[in-house]
């Protein structure tokens, strides 16, 4: 009686775990990309999202200083990218690396405040 009152109360300590809301664990630039991602890159196409299991990377293409955050509203990451006023002589490749514990419906994007279609989306 008692390993069974002992495994009941093993079983219910995992079951608010298994029932949690998933959180992203992970948002931030990175410098370098594993050569795999590097491959599918596009320079000529300002927002693209590449998928690769439980991580992601978005890249962003701008002449400007950019800025990024993120959000979490229901089933959704909201990913805000907001870039300066000046301008830069180059364009620059900004690429940010998300990492989440569990699918998510949608990633949106929102540049300068506004939502933005990715112009190509890959998945590795």
Same mark, same amino acid.
């Given at each position: 009686?008692?390993? &069974?009152?002992?495994?009941?109360?093993?079983?219910? +300590? /995992?079951? $608010?775990?298994?029932?949690?809301?998933?959180?992203? !664990?992970?948002?931030?630039?990175?410098?370098? *990309? $594993? +050569?795999?991602?590097?491959?599918?890159?596009?320079?000529?196409? $300002?927002?693209?999202?590449? =998928?690769? +299991?439980?991580?992601?990377?978005?890249? /962003?293409?701008?002449?400007?200083? *950019? !800025? #990024?955050?993120?959000?979490?509203?229901? @089933?959704?990451?909201?990913?805000? &990218?907001?870039? =300066?006023?000046?301008?830069?002589?180059?364009?620059? !490749?900004?690429?940010?690396?998300?990492?989440?514990? #569990?699918?998510?419906?949608?990633?949106?994007?929102?540049? @300068?405040?506004?939502?933005? $279609? /990715?112009?190509?989306? !890959? +998945? /590795?």
């Amino acid at each position: 009686m008692r390993i &069974l009152l002992v495994a009941l109360l093993v079983v219910a +300590g /995992f079951f $608010p775990a298994g029932c949690s809301d998933p959180e992203v !664990t992970s948002f931030n630039e990175v410098n370098q *990309v $594993p +050569g795999d991602v590097w491959e599918h890159v596009r320079p000529k196409l $300002p927002l693209q999202l590449l =998928s690769s +299991g439980d991580h992601s990377y978005i890249v /962003f293409q701008s002449e400007r200083a *950019v !800025t #990024a955050d993120y959000e979490i509203k229901d @089933n959704r990451v909201i990913i805000k &990218l907001d870039e =300066s006023e000046s301008k830069q002589e180059v364009t620059e !490749t900004h690429i940010y690396k998300l990492r989440t514990d #569990a699918k998510r419906d949608k990633i949106d994007v929102r540049v @300068n405040g506004e939502q933005r $279609p /990715f112009d190509q989306v !890959t +998945g /590795f």
